[in-house]
């Protein structure tokens, strides 16, 4: 069966510097998705894609993240500068969009900023 | 706005005993609703899913129902084994022209011991 791949599975970045977290959607999916969740917390919503473009965002996804699907395959994630409290587990989901498909999601990528 | 309620765990049970997790939504509309399964050191699993009242999913020995009267879906299982032992997120999701945001519920840690 098809799996949403995600990698790193574990980063570890100095506070301030640039992560770029990445994903391979499964390949006829038209939706894609970042939610993170940070250790002992809901999973919450950051952001989705669709058609190149953010389809939605949440109040978390500010000017410090990005997404980008820089060549059809891959869905990227950049944080610009971390924060301690970017610290989290970064889930990246992709749907088909058809009727009520669900989500699939990656492993997920653990994200330690010291 | 759109929110999930599910009881907090942990939830510590004997091998074979009977599981019930409840979980209640609030929704604008008539939302899809999910379980969803966390495996320790993995991402998140599609359990089951129920697309309109009244319906019921199941997997892998769990159900849920789809009970718009209560705006519940309480997952339940009747032997619960080792291998369950995850964090298990009820979700709900409103379909809207085939983009898909999960909401989810802060997620029931079970623990099942031999």
């Known amino acids: 069966e098809p799996e949403v791949t995600q990698t790193p599975s574990h980063q570890v970045t100095q506070m301030g510097q640039e992560v770029i977290l990445r994903c391979v959607p499964i390949?006829?999916?038209?939706?894609f998705y970042w939610y993170r969740q940070i250790l002992g917390q809901k999973v919450e919503f950051l952001v989705s894609f669709y058609n190149n473009e953010i389809s939605e965002k949440s109040e978390i996804f500010d000017d410090q993240f990005s997404v980008e699907r820089p060549d059809g395959s891959n869905f990227t994630l950049k944080i610009r500068s971390t924060k301690l409290e970017d610290s989290a587990m970064y889930f990246c989901?992709?749907?088909?969009?058809?009727?009520?498909?669900?989500?699939?999601f990656g492993n997920g990528t653990r994200l330690t900023v010291t | 706005g759109n929110s999930v309620t599910q009881m907090e765990g942990p939830v510590t049970l004997s091998e074979e005993a009977f599981l019930t997790i409840n979980c209640t939504y609030t929704?604008?509309?008539?939302?899809?609703l999910f379980w969803y399964v966390q495996y320790p050191g993995e991402g998140l699993q599609l359990l089951l899913k129920?697309?309109?009242?009244?319906d019921k999913g199941s997997n892998k020995g769990f159900e849920a129902t789809y009970r718009k009267e209560t705006t519940s879906f309480h997952l339940e299982k009747g032997s619960v084994q080792v291998s369950d032992s995850a964090v298990y997120f009820c979700a709900l999701t409103l379909n809207s022209g085939g983009y898909q945001k999960v909401t989810f519920g802060i997620g029931t840690k079970l623990q099942v011991i031999p």
């Open positions: 929704a604008t509309g008539y939302p899809s």
């Open positions: 989901a992709s749907s088909l969009g058809t009727g009520n498909s669900p989500l699939h």
């Open positions: 129920a697309t309109k009242a009244d």
């Open positions: 390949s006829n999916h038209l939706y």
